[in-house]
């Protein structure tokens, strides 16, 4: 079974440019979670859906979205980017809408903002 | 706020040796623990998952669940250098926390 795919896996971007990046779960799983991963912060939670559905999000600001397809794959965007979103960003997927199943993560994407 | 705890380290360890990595978790209604292994410039990937208390064990790696002193803890046997990475401690509820990690060296 394939893995947890991310795209692109790297990006380099300007301030106030927006960006979308985008996950597929591995097949059969319908939760897609979004991290964001820096060295100051660690992994923080950006939001999860679950079937097209938003059902946590996280404490970031609303220049943060994403969405969910009836496929499961998921996007996330990011408007009006600033320095400080350059990070590693992280989806993971899983096989239900409970936090207690196991979270696989895919490769991430690394954004830079210059 | 619900938090996971864990030392950052770093932790550094002998080849062969054991390494004893430790997490308190603060909410209660936590159910699912999980250890993930995170190299450099790479993404989390499990180790293991315990849900009731007490040990679990998967080859080298023995995890310790302790829900009465919300503690989880992750044993890892004749340690090696490739285990050097950091190591993340989440428990999942409502959402999944992750700890900040705890980063471990194993020395040749």
Known sequence: ?114 | QKEVEQNSGPLSVPEGAIASLNCTYSDRVSQSFFWYRQYSGKSPELIMSIYSNGDKEDGRFTAQLNKASQYVSLLIRDSQPSDSATYLCAAGGFKTIFGAGTRLFVKA
């Open chain 1, 1 to 114: 079974k394939a893995g947890v795919t991310q795209t692109p896996r790297y990006l380099i971007k300007t301030r106030g440019q927006q960006v979308t990046l985008s996950c597929s779960p591995i097949s059969g799983h319908r939760s897609v979670s979004w991290y964001q991963q820096t060295p100051g912060q660690g992994l923080q939670f950006l939001f999860e859906y679950f079937s097209e559905t938003q059902r946590n999000k996280g404490n970031f600001p609303g220049r943060f979205s994403g969405r969910q397809f009836s496929n499961s794959r998921s996007e996330m965007n990011v408007s009006t980017l600033e320095l400080g979103d350059s990070a590693l960003y992280l989806c993971a997927s899983s096989s239900d809408a409970s936090f207690q199943e196991t979270q696989y993560f895919g490769p991430g994407t690394r954004l830079l903002v210059l």
